[in-house]
Nanobody
Framework: QVQLVESGGGLVQAGGSLRLSCAASGRTFSSYGMGWFRQAPGKEREFIAAISSSAGSTYYADSVKGRFTISRDNAKNTVYLQMNSLKPEDTAIYYC??????????????????WGQGTQVTVSA
């Protein structure tokens, strides 16, 4: 069992930056692949970025490529999402997720086994 807790969300002006953190419980964090998703009101949950268990592989949605960076610190059981050049359309609840298939990169939400409660990111124009 893995419990995930996101933090770092908030209100920021367009062009600004935020760094989200996702702290995981348990001693097997380093074996899990991790992903970030977001969901805006009235929209489906959207894949943002993923990182393999060893951090050897990362993948980004086209909508955030070049602006967002996913990273992880297995010693701290934490995965991060650095968000730069934020746009109003980035406004959403951001979720981190963990998959037991740590060596793989998944974009579909149903491939993830554990989810955090989400953190709100609001970007004003």
């Amino acid at each position: 069992q893995v419990q995930l807790v996101e933090s770092g969300g908030g209100l920021v002006q367009a062009g600004g930056s935020l760094r989200l953190s996702c702290a995981a419980s348990g001693r097997t964090f380093s074996s899990y692949g991790m992903g970030w998703f977001r969901q805006a009101p009235g929209k489906e949950r959207e894949f943002i970025a993923a990182i393999s268990s060893s951090a050897g592989s990362t993948y980004y949605a086209d909508s955030v490529k070049g602006r967002f960076t996913i990273s992880r610190d297995n010693a701290k059981n934490t995965v991060y999402l650095q968000m730069n050049s934020l746009k109003p359309e980035d406004t959403a609840i951001y979720y981190c997720a963990a998959t037991r298939a740590g060596s793989y990169i998944y974009m579909a939400p149903n491939n993830y086994n554990y989810w955090g409660q989400g953190t709100q990111v609001t970007v004003s124009a």
